[in-house]
């Protein structure tokens, strides 16, 4: 059963487009919502994250839109740049102890 | 400089002989994590550790194990590794836990069991 569904598995945007990357999940006790980015053979790394209290972040070029009524949450990346090829994960957790991850997004910006 | 780190990086091995995947971290931090990463399924949490001596069950636990003694080590166990368990695995670890603050994680390992 997965509990985060998330779209689209690959995106193609030239540069200084705005890659959309949408997220959905089903268990309204989900507390707490990060986006991780990876790069080919790294680790993933935090990127944002947001609490259901919210309806929008920011961070640089990045920002997340959290919808509680429709259980979505998405990220935008402004203006974006060949370095943020990469792939992107989102994921949902309730409490402290688990996390479960979105099956991934392949983001290529073109120079 | 803060990391965590995993050993071996790589690993190729045959069914059924037994292997320890070593995570350390140099952060002081109480909980560690680990996840497999599969083509198409994202990451998986297999086993998770709030602290020392405390362990428990991710959403994927069977065919692993592992242990705590020591806060910075949390060692991921495969008694009898099956072809299945032929993924990349990725250590983490976080001060208190997932949702209080940042989870980094390890370069990963990448097992190939034949």
């Known amino acids: 059963q997965q509990q985060v569904k998330q779209s689209p598995q690959s995106l193609i945007v030239q540069k200084g487009g705005i890659p959309i990357i949408n997220c959905a999940y089903e268990n309204t006790a989900f507390d707490y919502f990060p986006w991780y980015q990876q790069f080919p053979g790294k680790g993933p790394a935090l990127l944002i994250a947001?609490?259901?209290?919210?309806s929008e972040k920011k961070e640089g070029r990045f920002t997340i839109s959290f919808n509680k009524s429709a259980k979505q949450f998405s990220l935008h990346i402004m203006d974006s740049q060949p370095g943020d090829s990469a792939t992107y994960f989102c994921?949902?957790?309730?409490?402290?102890?688990?996390?479960?991850f979105g099956k991934g997004t392949m983001l290529l910006v073109s120079p | 400089e803060a990391q965590v780190t995993q050993n071996p990086r790589y690993l190729i091995t045959v069914t059924g002989k037994k292997l320890t995947v070593t995570c350390s971290q140099n952060?002081?931090?109480?909980?560690m994590s680990w996840y497999r990463q599969d083509p198409g399924l994202g990451l998986r949490q297999i086993y998770y550790?709030?602290?020392?001596?405390?362990?428990d069950k991710g959403d994927v636990p069977e065919g692993y194990k592992v242990s705590r003694k020591e806060k910075r080590n949390f060692p991921l166990i495969l008694e009898s590794p099956s072809p299945n368990q032929t993924s990349l695995y990725f250590c983490?670890?976080?001060?208190?836990?997932?949702?209080?603050?940042?989870?980094?994680f390890g370069p990963g390992t990448r097992l190939t069991v034949l």
């Open positions: 952060m002081n931090h109480e909980y």
């Open positions: 994921a949902a957790s309730m409490g402290y102890s688990t996390l479960t």
């Open positions: 550790s709030m602290n020392v001596e405390v362990t």
């Open positions: 947001i609490r259901p209290d919210v």
């Open positions: 983490a670890s976080s001060l208190y836990g997932v949702n209080t603050d940042t989870q980094y």
